[in-house]
C-alpha cells in the first residue's frame, strides 16, 4: 500500500521534496521531469489528440507552450481547463503564422530532398543542402519564438512577429544553441527509430517545449517582461 502511494505521488506530481528547486536550465527540465511526469504524458497525449484536425496544430502547439512553460517557471498551476481555453482561443489567431511556419518546414525538406537527386560533391547538392538546411532554421526558429510568446504574451500579433524577428538576430547566439538543441533532439529520435515511437507518444512533444524553454525563457525575461515590469513600476511612481 505504502509503494503504490508512493508511486501515484510520483506519477501526480505530489513529491516536491526539493526546498530550492532549480530555476532554470537543464536541470530545471530534469526536475520537471521527475515531480510532473503523469502531467507531462498527459498533456503529450492531449497535444497530439488536438493536432488529429492538421489546421489546430497552431493552436495547439499554443496550448502546449502556455502549459509547458506555466511547469518550467512557477511549478504546476496551470489546469486542463485552462489548456483547452487557450487552444479554443488560439485556433484562428494563431493560424496563419502556423501555415507559414509549416510551409517553411515542408519548403526545407523539398529542398534537402532534392539535393539527394544530384552527387555529393556537387555545387547543386551542396547550395540545395545550405539552402535547405536555412530554411529550416529559420522554420524552428520563428515557430518557437513566436509560440512560445504567444503563450506567455498578451500582445498584438504584430508585436509578437516584430518581437520574433528582432530576437532571432540580436539573440543570435541563443537561436543558433536552439537550433542545435532541437536538431540534436529529433536527430537522435529519428536515429533511435522506432523504438524512440514511445518516448514521442508518451511524452516527446512536450519534453521539446521544455527543452525550448530552457534557452528562450531566460531571452522573453530579459528582453521583454523585465523592462515591462521596470516602466510598469515607473509609471505607478511618477
Known sequence: MTVMKRF??????????????????????GYVIWNYPGKLILINLLFILCCIPVFTIPAALTALNR????????????????????????ILRTLPLGILTG???????????LANNFGEETIGHNMLTGIGF??????ILAGS?????TAMLE?????????????????????????????SYWGILLGCAPYSLILVLSFGFALQQLLVCVWLNPVIDRRILEPFEKQKAKGLTV
Open 134 to 139: 536555412g530554411v529550416l532554421m529559420i522554420s
Open 103 to 113: 510551409a517553411m518546414g515542408f519548403y526545407a525538406y523539398y529542398l534537402l530532398s
Open 67 to 90: 502549459y509547458v512553460i506555466k511547469i518550467f517557471r512557477d511549478g504546476y498551476n496551470f489546469y486542463l481547463a485552462d489548456y483547452f481555453e487557450e487552444f479554443k482561443g488560439s
Open 8 to 29: 501515484m505521488d510520483w506519477y501526480q506530481g505530489n513529491n516536491d521534496r526539493e526546498k530550492e528547486p532549480p530555476r532554470g536550465g537543464i536541470k530545471r527540465v
Open 155 to 183: 500582445l498584438p500579433l504584430k508585436s509578437i512577429l516584430r518581437n520574433t524577428l528582432i530576437l532571432i538576430i540580436v539573440e543570435w547566439k541563443k537561436s543558433l544553441c536552439l537550433t542545435f538543441t532541437i536538431l
Open 145 to 149: 519564438y513566436f509560440f512560445l510568446q
